[in-house]
């Protein structure tokens, strides 16, 4: 089992919105939809897109690069151009810290 580290706080994460966290080493997309954070890696199986800059909608994000949808909530990807989902972590929410387990 992985340990939580903390990404960032509450605060700093809007309803809708996506942001990168760096955790050991590893690229993570966080996003904040209707009170839940979710996390996957930032990196579209595609081309390598960033995916913390894509549109939200729902729990589904798409990239920005070339329009793939991923489901933030487990990394599965929906639609393409990529064909193969990204990996999700598990998040908790402790006071304001949002911790990621990696
Ligand atoms: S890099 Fe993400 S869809 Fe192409």
Request: proline share 5%; glycine share 12%.
């Amino acid at each position: 089992m992985g340990q939580y580290v903390k990404a960032a706080t509450t605060d700093e994460l809007q309803a809708g919105q996506g942001k990168l966290v760096e955790i050991e080493g590893k690229e993570i997309a966080l996003f904040h939809v209707d009170g839940q954070y979710y996390a996957i890696e930032n990196t579209c199986t595609h081309q390598g897109g960033p995916l913390c800059e894509g549109e939200l909608e729902g729990t589904e994000v798409m990239c920005p690069w070339h329009g793939a949808r991923f489901d933030v909530t487990s990394g599965a990807v929906l639609s393409p151009p990529a064909y193969m989902g990204v990996t999700s972590f598990p998040v908790r929410v402790s006071a304001s810290d949002i911790e990621i387990e990696v």
